[in-house]
């Protein structure tokens, strides 16, 4: 049943996406379009698209994915699914953290965690940005200029760039 | 900044947590980060701005969407279970609504070849930012080769290999753990 196969996904999913859905995207793209073929490259860079621009936190996509799957109850158990179990692991972890505040271990964790988290970040931002797999010039083209004016332009609201990257896109594409 | 400024007071009641985590979702334009740090450390003053930078700092560090977690961190301290759900309720009620809304929208108007040039522009746009985020949170390591391998060796692997990550994220956490645990990171 597709319900159980979209909340097996997003909960492995969750499990795995150590410093937040940027992390994951790349691995539920290549889920989602590679190995299921539940939608295609493009399609699944609109679905991006949409949750970048509305407001709220990123991971709604999840809740994208679930519904250009299975309607409203795929929109729903993804995002349960996507969110319970991190949540659960915050409620637990939460108190254990500060007790081990300045223990040896949980620098050495921290440490290890940031390379990891900035390469999956940046491997996040190289799979949206070449959907099927195909580089194309026009897609890096708004990319670079959307991160190079990100760390630029820090006072500018990042709607503005999505916006900018929206018109880009009329003229490219 | 005055001492009196920073005041902070925790929510009292459940009611003015939901609410609290409504405003900061339903104006989370561009970003919830910014916004959750205006409504609890500057308008609500909930919370002083360290302690606001460490919590969101444990929550980067666990799985999960990091402002979900906080919302669970956050109620969990402030009325324990109920208030982790109320306050995780608060912050995902308006944009679930929202996010699909326009997702109907949007297939109204999907097959218009340039609504879509538009939309995907927008998305291209959006993978910048991880690049964004990727090389600001980058910066502080950019000097150690070790993290570098870590670094380039996942985006590799990951990106162009199109490796699981569930074979990435453990082989990269070994070998992160070896180098910080060796002072090379």
Redesign the interface.
């Known amino acids: 049943m597709i319900l159980v196969e979209l909340a097996v996904v997003f909960v492995?999913m969750?499990?795995?996406?150590?410093?937040?859905?940027?992390?994951?995207?790349?691995?539920i793209q290549?889920i989602v379009v590679?190995r299921q073929g539940w939608m295609a490259a493009?399609e699944f860079?609109?679905?991006?698209?949409?949750?970048?621009?509305?407001?709220?936190?990123?991971?709604?996509i999840v809740?994208?994915i679930g519904?250009?799957i299975a309607g409203?109850p795929g929109?729903l158990v993804s995002?349960v699914a996507?969110?319970g179990?991190?949540?659960a692991?915050?409620?637990w972890?939460?108190g254990l953290?500060d007790r081990f505040k300045g223990t040896p271990w949980r620098a050495?964790?921290?440490?290890?965690?940031?390379?990891?988290?900035?390469?999956?970040?940046?491997?996040?931002?190289?799979?949206?940005?070449?959907?099927g797999?195909v580089p194309d010039w026009?897609?890096?083209l708004?990319?670079?200029?959307?991160?190079?004016?990100?760390?630029t332009l820090k006072k500018l609201?990042?709607?503005w760039?999505?916006?900018?990257?929206?018109?880009?896109?009329?003229f490219?594409? | 900044m005055s001492e009196d400024l920073h005041q902070v007071q925790p929510p009292q009641t459940l009611r003015e947590l939901f609410t609290g985590f409504l405003a900061i979702?339903?104006?989370?334009?561009?970003?919830?980060m910014p916004w959750a740090h205006r409504v609890m450390v500057e308008e609500r003053r909930w919370l002083a701005p360290a302690d606001f930078t460490e919590t969101i700092g444990?929550?980067?560090?666990?799985?999960?969407?990091?402002?979900?977690?906080a919302s669970?961190?956050l109620g969990?301290?402030w009325f324990g279970l109920r208030g982790?759900i109320v306050a995780?309720l608060g912050?995902?009620a308006?944009?679930?609504v929202?996010?699909?809304t326009?997702?109907i929208l949007?297939k109204e108007v999907?097959e218009n070849n340039?609504v879509?040039?538009?939309?995907?522009?927008?998305?291209?746009?959006?993978?910048?930012?991880?690049?964004?985020?990727?090389?600001?949170?980058?910066k502080?390591?950019a000097r150690?080769p070790?993290?570098?391998v870590?670094?380039?060796?996942?985006?590799l692997?990951?990106?162009?290999g199109?490796i699981?990550?569930?074979i990435v994220?453990p082989v990269?956490?070994l070998l992160?753990?070896v180098?910080?645990?060796r002072k090379m990171?």
């Open positions: 492995l969750s499990v795995v996406s150590v410093g937040g859905l940027p992390s994951v995207i790349g691995e290549r590679d493009d860079v609109q679905l991006y698209a949409i949750g970048q621009a509305a407001p709220g936190p990123n991971v709604l809740s994208l519904w250009k409203l929109a995002l996507m969110c179990p991190a949540a692991l915050a409620w972890v939460s953290w050495v964790l921290q440490r290890a965690m940031a390379p990891m988290v900035v390469g999956f970040v940046a491997a996040g931002g190289v799979v949206l940005a070449t959907p797999g026009r897609m890096w708004i990319a670079t200029a959307s991160c190079v004016s990100m760390l609201n990042p709607l760039l999505l916006a900018a990257g929206g018109v880009l896109g009329a490219l594409l | 979702g339903a104006r989370s334009f561009g970003g919830v444990l929550c980067q560090f666990l799985p999960g969407p990091n402002i979900g977690n669970i961190v969990k301290r982790a995780f912050l995902f308006l944009p679930f929202w996010v699909l326009l997702a949007y999907a340039f879509k040039a538009v939309v995907i522009g927008v998305g291209a746009a959006g993978a910048g930012f991880f690049i964004a985020t990727a090389i600001k949170l980058a502080p390591l150690s070790a993290a570098l870590v670094i380039f060796g996942s985006l692997a990951i990106a162009v199109r699981s990550l569930f994220l990269a956490l992160s753990v180098f910080a645990y990171l």
